[in-house]
């Protein structure tokens, strides 16, 4: 089975350019989080979807950054503007609520620099 | 706010020896598990405690769930260099939210 899926692996911007991050969460899964990791701030929760409904975006830093989730196969992460700061691991991950313990399986990574 | 400290940060030890490290909280968690990440990949789980005072053993790892919920350790017994990684905590509220602490990283000579 596929796991979670994440596009682009590595992504490298100027300053000011949008950023879109891509996931695709593993089928059946009803809830979808972005993480952001930092050797600094560890692993953020920036927001997190249940059945396609953001349910907690406390996490997102601040105004540039938005995420959707049109439909259960698909969400996206934005940045627009980008800054330096942003450079970071971004994790997609998905569960099965319901599911024992709320076992979160992640993507591999969207590697981002913003130069 | 809910954070959850994981110590010590950094441990390098020789192969053979073993280690503790610690999870800790002043809040409570429905469910506490251990993660492990390698270089460029994605965190994996090893292990989900729910009942508190619950102990799991997975090889020559033992994890516990303090009695509380509030606090757990993950015990490696003879670590090996392929146990090198970053071990991460993370707990579950009663709701959808899952957060992590800071990790420990382990790294063991051989």
């Known amino acids: 089975d596929a796991g979670v899926i994440q596009s682009p692996r590595h992504e490298v911007t100027e300053m000011g350019q949008e950023v879109t991050l891509r996931c695709k969460p593993i089928?059946?899964?009803?809830?979808l989080f972005w993480y952001r990791q930092t050797m600094m701030r560890g692993l953020e929760l920036l927001i997190y979807?249940?059945?396609?409904?953001?349910?907690?975006d406390s996490g997102m830093p601040e105004d540039r950054f938005s995420a959707k989730m049109p439909n259960a196969s698909f969400s996206t992460l934005k940045i627009q503007p980008s800054e330096p700061r942003d450079s970071a691991v971004y994790f997609c991950?998905?569960?099965?609520?319901?599911?024992?313990?709320?076992?979160?399986?992640f993507g591999e990574g969207s590697w981002l620099t913003v130069v | 706010t809910q954070l959850l400290e994981q110590s010590p940060q950094f441990l390098s030890i020789q192969e053979g020896e073993n280690l503790t490290v610690y999870c800790n909280s002043s809040?409570?968690?429905?469910?506490l598990q251990w993660y492990r990440q390698e270089p460029g990949e994605g965190p994996v789980l090893l292990v989900t405690?729910?009942?508190?005072?619950e102990v799991k053993k997975l090889k020559r790892l033992t994890f516990q769930f303090g009695d509380a919920r509030k606090d757990s350790s993950l015990h490696i017994t003879a670590a090996q260099p392929g146990d090198t990684g970053l071990y991460l905590c993370?707990?579950?509220?009663?709701?959808?939210?899952?957060?992590f602490g800071a990790g420990t990283r382990l790294f063991v000579k051989a």
């Open positions: 991950a998905s569960s099965r609520q319901g599911g024992p313990g709320n076992t979160i399986y």
């Open positions: 809040s409570v968690f429905s469910s």
């Open positions: 979807f249940n059945n396609n409904v953001p349910i907690d």
């Open positions: 993370a707990g579950a509220t009663g709701g959808f939210k899952t957060i």
């Open positions: 089928s059946g899964h009803n809830s």
């Open positions: 405690v729910v009942t508190g005072g």
